[in-house]
C-alpha cells in the first residue's frame, strides 16, 4: 500500500502565497511523474503542474509564471508553490504520483486539500 499525505492548504487573500505538500509512504517503487490537480466546484479536474523523474515540468496556461512545482526525491515529496493567487486558484489540489513496482505502473492519489482564494 501507498499513502500520499497532503498539507499546506487553507484560506488567503487574492495576491496571497500557499505552499503545498505531498509526502509519500508505504510501499514506494519507482517515482517516476508526481503533479498536482486541481477541482473546482462544478468543473472537472485538471492538471496544474506535473514534474518527471528527471525534474521536467509542465504546467497549466492558467498557472504558468505564478506556481512552482518541485520534488525532493529523498523524501518521496513533491511540492507545490502558489504565488500571486486568484480567485479562480480556488479548488480542491490532489497530489498524483505515477510509480512503477516490478513492471507495473500504479497511479496514486492524495485526498485533497482545500484551496481558498478570496477576493
Known amino acids: 500500500q501507498v499513502q500520499l499525505v497532503e498539507s499546506g492548504g487553507g484560506l488567503v487573500q487574492a495576491g496571497g502565497s500557499l505552499r503545498l505538500s505531498c509526502a509519500a509512504s508505504?510501499?514506494?517503487?519507482?517515482?517516476?511523474?508526481m503533479a498536482w490537480y486541481r477541482q473546482a466546484p462544478g468543473k472537472q479536474r485538471e492538471l496544474a503542474a506535473r514534474i518527471t523523474s528527471g525534474g521536467f515540468t509542465t504546467y497549466a496556461d492558467s498557472v504558468k509564471g505564478r506556481f512552482t512545482i518541485s520534488r525532493d526525491n529523498a523524501k518521496n515529496t513533491v511540492y507545490l508553490q502558489m504565488n500571486n493567487l486568484k480567485p479562480e486558484d480556488t479548488a480542491v489540489y490532489y497530489c498524483n504520483v505515477n510509480m512503477r513496482k516490478l513492471a507495473v505502473l500504479y497511479d496514486y492519489w492524495g485526498q485533497g486539500t482545500q484551496v481558498t482564494v478570496s477576493s
Open positions: 508505504g510501499s514506494i517503487g519507482s517515482i517516476n511523474t
